[in-house]
C-alpha cells in the first residue's frame, strides 16, 4: 500500500516526508513497546504507535522502518520531526484510535506482519 | 550539568582495498532525548562503506538495545567501534549498577527497568535476547557496583567465520 493512500484513508496529515507518498509499505505493524518492534525482521514495513517520543523514531531509523503513523491524535515534537527528517522517515499523524488505524488500513487490504 | 563529547572518528584506508574505521561516542545516562544518537552514528558509518542492508540493520538493532540499556540504567557509558574488512566490533561499556547474574537477565521478560524506561517503549526484558539474536557473536561481562562491558561482533561476510574466531 503507497503512503498516499495511507495518508487518504486515514485521513491524516504528513509531518515530513511528502516527497515519499509513492512510497510502498507491504505490511503494518502495531505496537506502543519499541522492544517489541526491535524485534521484527521484516523489511517495508508500516509502524502504527500511540507511543510519541524521540525513541519511536530512533526505533524506527533502528528497524529501517520507512513509514510511521502517530496514532490517537498525539502530536509530534520538533524535535521528532527534525530526527524523522534526517533519518528519511515519513512521519504522519492521525485522529484516529489504534484500533480504529488498524481496522481501516486492514480493511483496504494491508496485510498484518503475523 | 551533563557534558556530552562528540565522538571521533578516524577512517584509514588499508592496503588500498580495505577501509578501516574506529569511532567512540559517549552514552549519556538516564539522558533518553538522546539515547539512540551512537547507534544512528554506526548506522551512517556502515551505509558509507557499502554494508549490506541486512547486516546493518541487525548491528544497530543489537548496538541501540545496549544503548538503551545503557541511559535506562547506568550513570554514564562509551561506545567504541572498530570496523575492518572483515568484521564490525561494537564494545559498549558503563560505569553502573552492573548485572547480577547475566544468565538470568538473558531470559526473555526479566526486567528491572524503571517505571519511566517502561514508558520510553522499552523495559520489557527482551533487549539481551534481541542483542544475542541479531549480533553474530555476543559477550557481556559484568561486575555487580561497578558496571557492565558488552562486546558485539559482526561478521561482514558470513557469521560463521566470527563465531569460530570466539
Known sequence: ?114 | MRIVVPGRVETHILSGMTERMHFEHNIVGGDFTRAGYASSQVKKALKTLDVDMAIIKRTVVATYEAEVNVVAHACNGMMIVDIDGSTIQVVIQDEGPGIEDVEQAMVEGFSTASSEVREMGFGAGMGLSNMKKNADSLHIESEPGKGTKVEILMALDGREEVRSKK
Open chain 1, 1 to 114: 500500500m503507497k503512503v498516499k493512500e495511507i495518508v487518504r484513508i486515514l485521513d491524516a496529515r504528513i509531518l515530513c516526508g511528502e516527497d515519499m507518498q509513492e512510497y510502498t509499505v507491504e505490511k503494518a505493524f502495531a505496537s506502543d513497546l519499541m522492544s517489541d518492534v526491535l524485534m521484527l525482521a521484516d523489511d517495508n514495513v508500516l509502524l502504527i504507535t500511540g507511543l510519541v517520543n524521540m525513541q519511536t523514531i530512533r526505533t524506527a531509523e533502528m528497524s529501517d522502518i520507512l513509514c510511521v503513523v502517530l496514532a490517537r491524535n498525539k502530536k509530534a515534537s520538533r524535535e521528532m520531526i527534525d530526527l524523522a527528517r534526517d533519518g528519511g522517515i515519513i512521519l504522519i499523524e492521525c485522529r484516529y484510535s489504534v484500533y480504529q488505524t488498524c481496522g481501516l488500513l486492514y480493511r483496504e487490504g494491508l496485510k498484518p506482519i503475523f
